[in-house]
């Protein structure tokens, strides 16, 4: 590290690092023509963080860069110049295939000096790029424009902040306005035990429920819409019930929460997610499971960002399409080959398919009140099919073999395949783990009739284990369903089998416009490696764990009797005698309220983004959330 002036101590710049590249005042403008030529061109470290460094380099602080820069040529300049006054560069790190953001000053003739801004790494500098042991003895951090530290949410900011010592003093350019929290409803109770659960303190500067910071959300107070008081989601709400069936569809209908609950979300990155409106939460939800490793990934969204720019829809898959059935097949023990579709109900229907196709059969059986997708054979809603659909369906009881073997007598010589999930997860009910008793009875019923059996993984696939689900249960499948998770919110579908049914999975002919796409799976390589690489499934689960932790334990302390049934990566929470989910949409909605996006009546989902301080914010919001539980219940 840099000792300049041990007087003036250690300063730590984060945020942009950027070349000014100064355009000199013009020699002449040639007649006739519409160029210009420059007696000069000059590049100078700028930017909120680079020319503050530099000026306190210069001052004779001791100061330590750090930030996101391209491999290129005016990332040599940035960094030539503040080494050249004396700045520590070791915090700044090149991002591949990203330019360096700029500043270019065409100064006119005139004096003007008018500005581009070319956006380039800065957005892309993320936690893990910042080796915080460094800062730890700053005196003084000052973080760039929120604009440009795209990449870093607000509690990351604070992380680092955390890892400074207490006497640091921490500026930020472009300070956006202060967030407004949405914590109306938090009932101050007190709790029949004295103990209070929860991990930790926390930055309330920085917490969830709050806007996005420096945005405003568009449109509201316009005098002509004639609805200056209405949200942007109410606004989204009124034209999406022109123009969209019911308002809105499917499982992502907001219709069924609880009023608090946002129908349209803006975005998010790692374990947060923004609504339409910019309130912040935790999100325990994860888009209803694809995004397993938290939003916007870095190494997933450039690598869909590598393949988009070669191509996505094309004339014929791209090579991505072979290194991604290799990597599943190398991945999952199960497998000896990979055919890909586009969403859950694609795999599923596939699996039945494959088995007829192999067995030559009809009958598939599948337990009572599963979910398998949203097809006429499967759909949980009958307006609209027929009972032909699903003529050539038996059903079991999860957990119970005797009524598999049943079904499997009823359907004799018909059988083609048993469908199963991994564990009951029935949205609405209590979760219920598999017995691998049961796991193996239909192994061997299967291989008794000569019918497939068929893993539906595409919920808990590569959440639970990086193998199928079942691999830890010790029962392979013949077929699996996978989805959701394995392109981190990219929309691929994967059917993965054994040998013995390749002969089926050549002869049916099944395709999509879209099942081809390379960028989901380009984005599913980038995705599997990640998780490898990460210890993803292991993070999930130790923060899994402290979540079922801590909500137990609040419940306890708050006298609530509640069941937190299935594995700690895909929970779900039920209150004792709460038939209509009236509790549990009251937990609910002040959970929302205090920054935790969960789920009344489906499991929640951990993702492998989620830190200490995501964790201690969801328990805060859960306490509140039990508090008014104890309210409606009158004490
Ligand atoms: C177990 C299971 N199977 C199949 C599906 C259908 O997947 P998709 O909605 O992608 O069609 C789902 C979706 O939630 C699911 O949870």
């Not at 460094?53 to 004779?60: F, I, S």
């Not at 006497?167 to 938090?186: K, Q, V, W, Y």
């Not at 079922?548 to 937190?564: E, P, T």
Request: glycine share 12%; aromatic share 6%; with cysteine.
């Amino acid at each position: 590290m840099n000792k300049a002036n041990p007087d003036l101590g250690q300063v730590t710049m984060l945020g942009a690092h950027i070349p000014d590249v100064l355009g000199r005042p013009v020699e002449a403008i040639p007649s006739g023509q519409h160029s210009v030529r420059l007696s000069e061109i000059r590049a100078t470290a700028a930017g909120t963080a680079a020319g503050t460094g530099v000026d306190l380099a210069k001052l004779g602080a001791s100061v330590y860069a750090v930030g996101a820069l391209g491999v290129d040529l005016l990332a040599d300049m940035v960094t030539a110049a503040m080494r050249k006054h004396g700045v520590d560069t070791g915090g700044l790190i090149r991002k591949q295939g990203a330019q360096t953001s700029a500043t270019i000053l065409p100064i006119r003739p005139n004096g003007d000096r008018p500005a581009l801004h070319v956006p380039g790494a800065t957005p892309l500098l993320g936690l893990r790029d910042i080796d915080l042991e460094p800062i730890r003895n700053s005196r003084a951090l000052l973080i760039g424009a929120p604009d440009a530290l795209a990449g870093m949410t607000g509690e990351d900011l604070a992380r680092i902040k955390a890892r400074t010592t207490r006497t640091t003093r921490t500026t930020r350019a472009n300070r956006p306005p202060r967030p407004r929290g949405r914590r109306g409803g938090h009932h101050r109770l007190r709790r029949p035990g004295r103990h209070r659960p929860g991990l930790g303190r926390r930055d309330r500067e920085l917490r969830p429920g709050a806007r996005l910071p420096g945005r405003r959300a568009a449109g509201r107070g316009r005098p002509d819409q004639g609805a200056h008081d209405m949200t942007n989601d109410q606004q989204l709400r009124q034209r999406a019930k022109a123009v969209i069936p019911g308002g809105m569809y499917g499982h992502q209908s907001a219709g069924p929460l609880p009023d608090a609950y946002p129908q349209f979300m803006r975005g998010g990155r790692g374990a947060r997610v923004w609504d339409a409106d910019g309130h912040e939460y935790v999100d325990l939800m994860c888009s209803y499971g694809p995004v397993v490793l938290g939003h916007q990934h870095p190494a997933v969204e450039a690598a869909a960002a590598r393949q988009a720019k070669m191509g996505d829809c094309q004339n014929g898959p791209a090579p991505v399409m072979v290194d991604l059935a290799e990597l599943l097949v190398a991945t999952v023990k199960h497998a000896d080959w990979a055919m890909f579709a586009r969403n859950g109900t694609d795999a599923t229907t596939m699996c039945c398919t494959i088995a007829r196709a192999q067995t030559g059969r009809r009958k598939i059986l599948v337990a009572k009140g599963a979910y398998h997708g949203a097809a006429p054979w499967c759909t949980p809603k009958p307006a609209g099919t027929t009972a032909a659909d699903r003529a050539n369906l038996g059903h079991y009881t999860f957990n119970d073999l005797a009524s598999a073997q049943k079904a499997a007598e009823a359907a004799g010589d018909d059988l083609a395949g048993i469908l199963v999930s991994p564990f009951k997860h029935d949205a609405g009910y209590d979760q219920e783990l598999v017995d691998p008793a049961f796991a193996r009875g239909l192994r061997a019923l299967c291989d008794q009739h000569g019918a497939a059996l068929i893993l539906d993984d595409v919920r808990c696939g590569f959440r639970l284990h990086l193998g199928s689900s079942w691999e830890p249960v010790g029962v392979d499948p013949d077929l699996s369903a996978w989805s959701k998770a394995i392109a981190n919110g990219r929309a691929l579908a994967a059917v993965l089998g054994r040998d013995a049914f390749r002969g089926g999975a050549s002869d049916i002919f099944v395709t999509g416009s879209f099942w081809f796409s390379a960028v989901p799976m380009a984005a599913a390589v980038a995705t599997v490696n990640a998780l490898k690489e990460e210890h993803a499934v292991e993070a999930m689960h130790r923060y899994g764990t402290q979540l079922r932790d801590g909500i137990v334990d609040q419940a306890r302390s708050w006298d609530l009797a509640v069941r937190y049934t299935g594995p700690p990566v895909m929970p779900y929470l039920t209150f004792a005698g709460d038939r209509d989910h009236e509790l549990a949409s009251v937990f609910a909605a002040q959970a929302l309220r205090g920054g935790a996006y969960l789920h009344p009546r489906h499991n929640w989902f951990v993702s492998a983004a989620m830190t200490g301080d995501d964790l201690a914010l969801v328990l805060d919001a859960t306490d509140q959330a039990f508090a008014a539980v104890r309210k409606h219940l009158g004490q």
